[in-house]
């Protein structure tokens, strides 16, 4: 296969790629041209007789390196959704030579001198543009350009291991996440979950050469849901401590290494560059400005979201009967919720009983049968953005997407004329990644004449057979969440591609993803999909109170959760230079123990050595970012709210 299927424009629709193309590529040697095509286009610009101005310096740049653009997103993706161990080696050759290409770009002393002959008479330019060049310079300068050369070239090979270094991450991540599955030999020790959750165990089982068994997947989070349902005590605790144990049992894939060897490399580039540490060099280019406005942040957050969370704790334990260990939470918080929103008030608890909880007897219906995940993305999601955006959506089963489980949706605005393309892949597989994101195919750019394709990726129970896919209240949201992203890049309207969709600072980035999710409970919204999968009926009262209620219970849990990861990102990203973490147990609880964050019963949302947010997902010293982004989400909920909801009006 010719490399030409991955550097070429797709003649498809929007530019979409042909994924059925790409079978076989030679993937390095597709980026090694790109880098070829790439360096050759920069060093015209760079070697140009001609004087520095918008177009041939800064507008050629951001012309540049098309043939790259395509590559690193397909290849992205496919790594992200569906990797093989032929697309893993091809990563560890393809990263560190991608930072390398760009390091040699930013640290061109003539490109930076042009720019910077820009930059000096960017005064008539309009705003846009002028930003443009101002975030060129900013850029340039951040990378280094403004080093000496042996500074230059330090940065240069810190930021080549650090790419091999992160990329080996996400694939220890991987293969600790699917290594650290949980077998079960009975189906009683399930008990509680619903029949597709016990059919993906058994099909994963059998999948594995174990027929007859039943294999739990691990999840993303520290939390795994299955928790809250799962009856059987020891089977929550197997699962937890399952979940708690990745990157750390030792091995090949065990993760601690790697990432105090990123931590270290990452504080000193910092000291190159001028600042204390990682965070403050990162910070200082978002909204938050220093690392102190955000750790303060979560200082002040802390006490109350503790004493919230240890109210939480007195109530579950009276339910119970029993101490809560931290793999009882979530199985008891849900029981107190439903009882709570069917009754007005919390209702007895019966005791444990053995090993088996039996507290469970006397909890309500479970509001997953009104949550088909069809309904809550084509009637929920996209119901609320044509409310507020005049947007239709138009499914295509003509494009040839990454994997079946995919489908896509062609975006119309209120005039009837395509704006973009979304594609949606929902259901969790051994070859994606945890968690939830969304990234694009193709950026909205009016100087390249491109048009938006985005994706949305979970990582949701695939039913059995032909039955519907049934979601929990936070799987929903996260439906809506990331369909925030979504929106963010499907609407966007801007010349420059270095200014299109998500390209914002990381911590205003979550802003209107955060905001998205209150339209799933907003009566117009939440009336239009949530009916019964079977039966078409409406939400009774009590699933409708659980509904819209979900934000108010539980607080202490979720807050001190997230807290706890954001503090420990910062605690990693805070090291000085040339102080390295041998312990990272040890140095975590310390950590969470000094912002007054460490509750045994309650683990953070994650532990470093499985933090893909932040050792391979770019938000190292920024998963702060969603507490901060729901300020702004509040402010807009609250204005919303005020002035009629979901109209047209308002949503422009």
Excluded at 49 to 75: C, H, I, K, W, Y
Excluded at 418 to 433: M, N, Q, T, W
Aim: proline share 5%.
């Amino acid at each position: 296969m010719t490399v030409d299927a991955v550097l070429s424009p797709s003649a498809l629709p929007y530019q979409f790629p042909d994924m059925t193309a790409l079978a076989g590529v030679d993937w390095v040697g597709a980026f090694n041209e790109a880098f070829r095509l790439h360096r050759g286009e920069v060093e015209a610009i760079a070697a140009s007789p001609e004087q520095p101005d918008m177009a041939n310096t800064v507008e050629a740049l951001e012309r540049s390196g098309r043939e790259l653009a395509r590559a690193t997103a397909v290849f992205s993706s496919l790594t992200s959704t569906d990797t093989t161990e032929e697309l893993e080696a091809a990563q560890t050759v393809i990263w560190p030579r991608f930072s390398t290409h760009q390091d040699a770009i930013h640290l061109d002393p003539r490109l930076f001198a042009r720019l910077a002959a820009v930059y000096a008479d960017r005064a008539g330019l309009d705003p846009e543009a002028r930003r443009l060049v101002e975030r060129y310079d900013l850029r340039f300068t951040r990378a280094g350009a403004a080093l000496d050369a042996e500074q230059q070239a330090r940065v240069t090979a810190i930021n080549t291991e650090l790419s091999s270094l992160t990329t080996r991450f996400a694939q220890y991540a991987l293969a600790e996440t699917n290594g650290s599955a949980v077998w079960f030999d009975d189906p009683a020790e399930l008990a509680g979950l619903d029949d597709d959750a016990i059919a993906a165990a058994r099909a994963a089982a059998a999948a594995d050469g174990q027929p007859g068994r039943l294999k739990v997947a691990l999840g993303y989070p520290t939390n795994q849901p299955l928790i809250a349902r799962m009856t059987v005590r020891d089977s929550r605790r197997r699962l937890l401590e399952a979940s708690l144990a990745r990157g750390s049992r030792g091995g090949e894939t065990d993760t601690r290494e790697l990432i105090a060897r990123i931590a270290a490399l990452r504080a000193e580039r910092a000291q190159l560059f001028g600042y204390p540490h990682h965070a403050a060099y990162v910070i200082a280019d978002q909204t938050a400005h220093t690392a102190e406005a955000a750790s303060g942040m979560l200082a002040r957050l802390a006490g109350p979201a503790v004493t919230n969370a240890r109210a939480e704790l007195a109530e579950l334990e009276e339910l119970a009967g029993h101490p809560i260990e931290a793999w009882d939470w979530a199985f008891y918080a849900r029981i107190a919720a439903e009882r709570a929103h069917a009754a007005g008030a919390a209702g007895p608890g019966a005791k444990d009983s053995g090993d088996r909880d039996t507290a469970a007897s006397g909890a309500v219906g479970d509001p997953s049968a009104y949550l088909e995940l069809d309904a809550v993305v084509t009637r929920g999601a996209f119901h609320a953005a044509h409310l507020l955006y005049g947007l239709t959506f138009a499914e295509r089963t003509d494009l040839p997407l990454h994997h079946p489980d995919a489908r896509a949706w062609e975006v119309f605005d209120e005039s009837g004329a395509g704006i973009g393309l979304f594609v949606g892949d929902y259901f969790a597989r051994p070859s994606k990644r945890g968690g939830a994101w969304m990234t694009s195919f193709v950026d909205q750019s009016e100087l390249l004449g491109t048009l938006p394709v985005v994706i949305n990726v979970c990582n949701f129970v695939k039913p059995s057979g032909d039955r519907p896919a049934l979601l929990s209240i936070d799987e929903a949201t996260t439906v809506f969440h990331e369909f925030g992203h979504a929106l963010h890049g499907l609407l966007s309207q801007v010349r420059y591609p270095y200014f299109s969709g998500t390209a914002v600072p990381r911590d205003f980035v979550e802003f209107p993803s955060q905001f998205n999710e209150m339209w799933l409970v907003w009566p117009e919204v939440l009336d239009h999909f949530a009916r019964h999968h079977d039966t078409g009926a409406p939400l009774p009262p009590d699933l409708r109170a659980q509904l819209t209620a979900h934000d108010t219970r539980g607080e202490g849990f979720a807050t001190v959760e997230y807290l706890a990861a954001a503090v420990i990102d910062l605690a990693w990203h805070t090291l000085p230079p040339g102080e390295r973490v041998d312990d990272v147990a040890a140095f975590e609880r310390a950590a969470l123990e000094s912002a007054g964050l460490y509750l045994p019963e309650l683990p953070s949302r994650y532990r470093g050595p499985y933090f893909s947010h932040i050792f391979s997902g770019g938000y190292g010293a920024g998963y702060y970012s969603y507490i901060w982004s729901e300020v702004l989400d509040a402010d807009a909920a609250a204005w919303f709210a005020a002035h009629g909801g979901a109209t047209r009006e308002n949503g422009e």
